[in-house]
Nanobody, 122 residues
């Protein structure tokens, strides 16, 4: 096992978009569910989205439904989240982790990455 490496974060204006990606160098992800999580300083980590390996089914937190899209490219061993219409005043670290399936709690995920920071501000 390894650790996720996330990229794509940065500063974006409210209403803007960002695309984040994550991978684990040297470790094949295609048999695992992959989740995106975010953590605001001082708050608990929350699940944002998840994609299963078996059928590619996806899950989204209510707060991001209709705005975020998760996808995976097994050939590139990479999972993405496209974030549109980002809300203002939110700075969070987005990170990836793996699990056997989506729909389980945070403790059931592993290989947490350091994350990539997303700041939504004008």
């Amino acid at each position: 096992q390894g650790q996720f490496v996330e990229s794509g974060g940065g500063l974006v204006q409210p209403g803007g978009s960002l695309s984040l990606s994550c991978t684990v160098p040297g470790f094949t992800l295609d048999s695992l569910a992959i989740g995106w999580f975010r953590q605001v300083p001082g708050k608990e980590r929350e699940g944002v989205s998840c994609i299963n390996s078996s059928d590619g089914s996806t899950y989204y937190a209510d707060s991001v439904k209709g705005r975020f899209t998760i996808s995976r490219d097994n050939a590139k061993n990479t999972v993405y989240v496209q974030m549109n219409n980002l809300k203002p005043g939110v700075t969070a670290v987005y990170s990836c982790a793996a699990s056997k399936r989506c729909g389980v709690g945070v403790p059931h995920f592993w290989m947490w990455g350091q994350g990539t920071q997303v700041t939504v501000s004008s």
